[in-house]
């Protein structure tokens, strides 16, 4: 399985897709020019990791800032991870968010009220990077 490594821009966040470790993660802010484009690799490699194995994906979110097409996108993959967890696969949601920032937990609180699948909401104290 390859990896998949996207640079952040000042609008669309970092991606790192490892493989092996059966991990992707999603930092920063999300507003780029052409959001579905951009998403495209990412919805892609996940699709291929689930056809491909049967070891645990997880997801790490790390997004500062999402724009409404962003969260479309978002809603996509992760429906593609509740699919495969309805078909007894295993996939984990973590999502980081600033513990000083009320509207990132209540958008990983949408997020997380539609799915079955495992879905952690952890918080981040500002300006340390740790979670709680």
């Known amino acids: 399985m390859?990896?998949?490594?996207?640079p952040a821009t000042?609008?669309?966040?970092?991606?790192?897709?490892?493989?092996?470790?059966?991990l992707l993660?999603?930092?920063?802010e999300s507003y780029p020019a052409n959001t579905f484009e951009f998403f495209a690799p990412?919805?892609?490699?996940v699709a291929e990791?689930?056809?491909?194995?049967d070891r645990l994906l997880t997801l790490e979110l790390r997004l500062t800032y999402l724009n409404t097409?962003?969260?479309k996108c978002l809603m996509d993959i992760l429906d593609d991870l509740q699919e495969a967890h309805r078909r007894g696969r295993s996939c984990l949601v973590r999502w980081f968010y600033d513990a000083e920032n009320d509207r990132a937990l209540e958008l990983a609180e949408e997020f997380k009220e539609d799915l079955t699948l495992p879905f952690e909401i952890l918080a981040i104290e500002s300006g340390t990077g740790h979670h709680e």
Do not use: H, K
């Open 49 to 53: 990791f689930l056809a491909r194995d």
């Open 2 to 6: 390859e990896n998949l490594s996207i």
């Open 10 to 22: 000042l609008s669309s966040p970092q991606v790192q897709g490892d493989g092996a470790m059966g």
């Open 25 to 28: 993660c999603l930092s920063g």
């Open 42 to 45: 990412v919805q892609a490699w």
């Open 69 to 71: 097409s962003s969260i």
